[in-house]
């Protein structure tokens, strides 16, 4: 089972910056589609931002412009630069695989990293 450590939350105003990370156990992440997921309170977790294996990128339409999903496979370790940020951004953020086809399940969630954004 993959281990999924977040870091790089915190309290920011609106117009900031945030890098979260995730390092991963296992590299079986190398050859996996990750993503970063949040979840508001009250709401569904939902997909922002994924990247392949090889780095191709596609990110949710809230989050486009602002967000950049990057990923280092030697360190099996997920990135996510957050610039520009609103105060609707405020959420739990958590990393995980993204289901697809071929494994449609997540590995076990990590406790996430809060992020809050002040208007």
């Known amino acids: 089972q993959v281990q999924l450590v977040e870091s790089g939350g915190g309290l920011v105003q609106a117009g900031g910056s945030l890098r979260l990370s995730c390092a991963a156990s296992?590299?079986?992440?190398?050859?996996?589609?990750m993503g970063w997921y949040r979840q508001a309170p009250g709401k569904q977790r939902e997909l922002v931002a994924s990247?392949?294996?090889?780095?191709?990128?596609n990110y949710g339409d809230t989050v486009k412009g602002r967000f950049t999903i990057s990923r280092d496979n030697s360190k099996n370790t997920l990135y996510l630069q957050m610039n520009s940020l609103k105060p609707n951004d405020t959420a739990i953020y958590y990393c995980?695989?993204?289901?697809?086809?071929?494994?449609?399940?997540?590995?076990?969630w990590g406790q996430g990293t809060q992020v809050t954004v002040s208007s």
């Open positions: 990247a392949t294996s090889g780095s191709i990128t």
């Open positions: 995980n695989r993204v289901p697809s086809t071929t494994g449609n399940f997540w590995w076990a």
């Open positions: 296992g590299s079986i992440f190398r050859s996996t589609v």
